[in-house]
């Protein structure tokens, strides 16, 4: 006999409403489908259409690889950060990124729980050893700043570790722009209803569950935390010389669009056109924190 799920129920304020939330249920709350696409403020009502989506992402690829002929040429180095709450997308941006690449030269970096050695060396020192050498792309899914969010609302540091770390971060990060890596810090912003149905939708996906964690569930009651933290990481940590660039990323296709085309319109590479690349969507698009609502 097959043993019944066990509940994963929570109770969240949505909005100053009361609801419950049980990740396990099958069946996904009409306030959760209703409101996904447009939580957070989101500009748009309907998707891209995949086949626009696809067409304009191939035309990004191209130009994608013509960079990386441009960093093997001059030995240019190229470093992204991507940044978001759970289920903001941020494997699937840099997947879409890198798809296409050398893998030999365009690398991707997702940490994993720092060893008891690392616990003890500088907090950003694991995370210099993996810099990008000549002609090389390197993409961070997640980075140092899981000490802007992650860490303080989960109890993982101390309340001086972090805030020695909005201290030193854009100081270390200066560094990186005067060695002349071109630096890109992206922050995917997502609505509470559309995380909600992301989580529902990996716990009920076979391919997909092993990317819902039992921290996913005990983080759920902190998004205001999770909000709190962002705002004061966006704010303290957006310089000239390394700004955040904001996405809105409850539509998975046109964030992915934009944050590429950014990276693309910002690096001077030969034989770029700009025709291909397109403009960027404002209403998607951001610098800082001035994108969100």
């Not at 210099?128 to 540091?157: H, I, K």
């Not at 890109?184 to 509470?192: P, T």
Request: charged share 30%; proline share 4%.
């Amino acid at each position: 006999m097959e043993e019944k799920a066990e509940s994963r129920a929570v109770e969240l304020d949505i909005h100053g409403i009361k609801r419950i939330f049980d990740v396990v249920d099958p069946v996904l709350p009409s306030w959760i489908e209703d409101e996904a696409l447009t939580s957070g403020g989101y500009p748009y009502k309907k998707k891209l259409k995949e086949d626009e989506y696809l067409d304009e992402l191939k035309a990004l690829q191209i130009e994608l690889i013509k960079v990386q002929f441009w960093l093997q040429a001059t030995g240019k180095r190229v470093m992204a950060l991507f940044e978001g709450r759970d289920a903001a997308g941020k494997g699937g941006s840099i997947a879409a990124t890198s798809a296409h690449m050398n893998p030999r030269l365009a690398r991707v970096v997702a940490l994993t729980k720092p060893t008891d050695r690392e616990n003890g060396q500088w907090y950003f020192q694991r995370y210099v050893a993996q810099f990008p050498t000549a002609g090389e792309f390197v993409l961070f899914d997640r980075s140092w700043y899981n000490r802007a969010g992650v860490e303080p609302v989960m109890g993982f540091c101390t309340p001086k570790q972090y805030e020695q770390f909005l201290k030193q971060a854009p100081q270390m990060e200066k560094l990186i722009v005067q060695d002349g890596i071109y630096f890109f810090k992206f922050y995917l912003d997502i609505g509470r209803e559309m995380q909600l149905k992301r989580f529902h939708d990996r716990r009920h996906d076979p391919r997909a569950v092993w990317k819902l964690s039992s921290m996913d569930i005990a983080a759920l009651p902190k998004w205001k935390d999770y909000s709190e933290k962002r705002d004061r990481m966006l704010e303290d940590t957006h310089t000239d010389h390394a700004p955040w660039t904001v996405i809105r990323a409850n539509d998975k296709r046109r964030a992915r669009l934009n944050l590429i085309r950014h990276i693309l319109l910002t690096l001077d590479y030969d034989g770029k056109d700009k025709e291909a690349i397109g403009k960027i969507d404002e209403k998607i698009l951001g610098m800082g924190s001035d994108i969100l609502t």
